[in-house]
């Protein structure tokens, strides 16, 4: 018989592949309804689908609530992020963002607040009890696959998270077994899959920023002088902003025409209702922001002493006024401050 660490190990790997699996669903349902498949009906199950990953989610936090009591207190903070894979986790970040817009554009705009039903014997879109038009064969269809869209599209950052606690938990069990006291570090990455051990057990920065630490030290003064040449350096950024949004107001006529020539269905019902492309394009604006600030921060070697993360906007101003990351909880700077 297994012990009760061992079906516990088994446990979370069975999790993990169904998160993945489910993951994996949720994408091909979503995005077959942008090519003109109604998942409801030519995907046997679907409705399942849900049910099966509200169970993992809720397994996951379970897993994850378990091994944040094993944890200590600073390590239970933060031990998903330190622990899951760094592109896992925007992943889940954009799934998030994308599921608030993908909702209130399908329900609001492309099934008009409505949801399909049949009420006596006819095909109608009904919201509250109250029929709001009827539909034909071909309508109904297309408003089940809306429906579908909305659906799904809060699947994956449900299911994306549920994959990412999982595989966290399973690091951090394995980091923790194999770095128990008398265990060589290296004997311990080797156990533990190279670097899935925490940043502090080795000591050393993670490796996509280990030069940049490398060109340390930086004293908390000098990091506060990049710190404002990185925000001067910013303003260009709004500038863009704004000439674009101009430029798209002025072009918007010929944009739409041109977007109604392509003739692709999602693209034109999105583009016949402005306020969908802006927050769109803010939403994406905002992201590519966020990575060329961190990629700045990078350049300027604005990292952490200690773990060597990037520290840029909340971060940099946790850092200036304490003297130490906020995640880490240990000191950013080589001046001896605290």
């Known amino acids: 018989m297994f012990g009760v660490p ?3 190990r088994q446990m979370i790997a069975f999790f993990t592949f169904v998160a993945a699996v489910c993951l994996v669903l949720s994408l091909l349902a979503h995005g077959s309804t942008f090519v003109g498949v109604n998942p409801i009906q030519q995907m046997p199950g679907f409705w399942l689908l849900p049910l099966v990953i509200m169970m993992v989610f809720f397994a996951a936090l379970a897993v994850g609530q378990k091994q944040i009591n094993k944890t200590s207190k600073h390590e239970s903070r933060d031990f998903v992020w330190r622990y899951s894979p760094s592109w896992l986790q925007k992943v889940v970040y954009i799934f998030c ?3 608030g817009f993908n909702f209130f554009f399908t329900h609001f705009s492309l099934l008009e607040g409505g949801l ?3 009420i006596n014997g006819e095909r109608v879109l009904a919201s509250h009890g109250k029929v709001v038009r009827k539909l034909t064969r071909e309508e109904y269809e297309r408003a089940e696959a809306h429906v579908a869209r909305a659906v799904s599209g809060h699947l994956m ?3 994306s998270s549920s994959l990412m606690i999982l595989i966290a938990s399973r690091r951090c069990r394995r980091a923790t077994r194999a770095g128990r006291p008398g265990t060589e570090i290296s004997e311990a990455r080797n156990r533990a899959g190279g670097a899935l051990l925490p940043r502090e057990a080795t000591d050393k920065p993670s490796a996509v920023n280990e030069a940049a630490v490398a060109e340390y030290p930086m004293i908390r003064a000098e990091f506060i002088e990049r710190n404002k040449a990185s925000k001067a350096g910013d303003k260009w950024l709004g500038s863009i902003f704004l000439i674009v949004l101009v430029l ?10 041109q977007v109604n020539q392509w003739g692709i269905p999602w693209l034109t019902e999105l ?3 402005p306020w969908a492309v802006f927050l769109l394009f803010v939403l994406l604006f905002g992201l590519l922001t966020s990575w060329i600030k961190k990629w700045k921060g990078l350049a300027a070697r604005m990292v952490c002493a200690n773990c060597g993360a990037v520290l840029t906007n909340y971060l940099a101003a946790i850092a200036i006024a304490t003297g130490n990351r906020g995640q880490c909880g240990k000191k950013a700077f080589d001046d001896g401050t605290v």
């Open 6 to 8: 061992e079906r516990i």
């Open 97 to 99: 963002l994308y599921a």
């Open 116 to 118: 399909p039903k049949r």
């Open 157 to 159: 950052p449900f299911s």
């Open 248 to 257: 798209a107001c002025v072009l918007w006529p010929r944009l739409t025409d």
């Open 271 to 273: 583009f016949n209702r």
